[in-house]
């Protein structure tokens, strides 16, 4: 747990000279987010499940994103699961960068989730994912193939849930993202997510939650600050 605080205050340092040294560009955009999330156990150590996302920018206006992505879970203690999955991302040009140009990324991940609660009412969980990424990039005006380039990012995501009753509870999270190389050495800071939200349990086998989402995106001209709402509906079979 040391070795994961310093780490991550390192990142946060590194983030935070790196915008004071360059006076960056911020974009900002108002999005709205909708998650499809699907969970399916197997036994009591093996789950699997689907994530379907829909993001559009500036509101409901525009395309931003279309996310399919399966994975299993082995949980191999209390508070201890490992996970290894998928994703498909199509990004489509958004807000200040429109364009006719859709890109693809394909990828693959690893994970492990640790857990623990403090109280009998709130539970942390620090998620950490590696990522595997082939992904299209924007090609040059005269280019007519969109070259795919690969790369490696690294996820680190604090989460508090506190149950607020039986049927309701609220859910915040800090995510923090790098990019690294293929020794597994950060290279520069990706994007940062802060989510906060209320959830609902309807009953055992649905869940629905609506969140505030504020996102700094590193792009390669300055930065993106997105806010808006996720809408996320979680079945459980």
């Given at each position: ?7 991550l ?17 911020v ?9 499809l ?7 009591d ?5 689907n994530?379907l996302?829909i993001?559009r920018?500036?509101?409901?206006n525009?395309?931003?994103q ?27 040009g ?9 890109t693809?990324?394909h ?30 990039v ?51 800071f990706d ?17 629905v ?12 001209v ?14 459980q079979?």
């Amino acid at each position: 747990m040391k070795k994961t605080i310093v780490l991550l205050t390192t990142l946060l340092s590194f983030s935070f000279q790196s915008k004071a040294q360059t006076e960056p560009i911020v974009y900002n955009g108002q999005e709205m987010w909708f998650l499809l999330l699907n969970k399916f156990e197997i036994n009591d150590h093996w789950s699997a499940g689907n994530e379907l996302h829909i993001r559009r920018h500036d509101v409901f206006n525009q395309q931003k994103q279309l996310i399919v992505r399966p994975w299993i879970d082995y949980k191999a203690a209390d508070g201890f699961v490992a996970s290894f999955g998928y994703s498909y991302l199509r990004s489509a040009g958004h807000g200040e960068f429109i364009n006719d140009i859709t890109t693809n990324e394909h990828n693959i991940w690893e994970q492990v989730t640790l857990s623990h609660s403090p109280w009998s009412n709130v539970e942390f969980s620090h998620r950490l994912r590696l990522e595997h990424r082939w992904s299209q990039v924007q090609p040059e005006p005269m280019d007519e193939d969109i070259p795919v380039v690969y790369r490696n990012r690294f996820r680190y995501r604090l989460t508090a849930k506190v149950d607020i009753s039986q049927r309701w509870y609220a859910h915040i999270f800090d995510e923090l993202w790098v990019n690294v190389n293929e020794g597994i050495h950060i290279t520069n800071f990706d994007r940062n997510w802060i989510y906060a939200g209320i959830g609902y349990n309807v009953n055992k086998n649905l869940t629905v939650e609506l969140a505030y989402l504020n996102q700094w995106d590193n792009i390669a001209v300055g930065y993106y600050n997105n806010q808006g709402l996720q809408v996320t509906v979680v079945t459980q079979f």
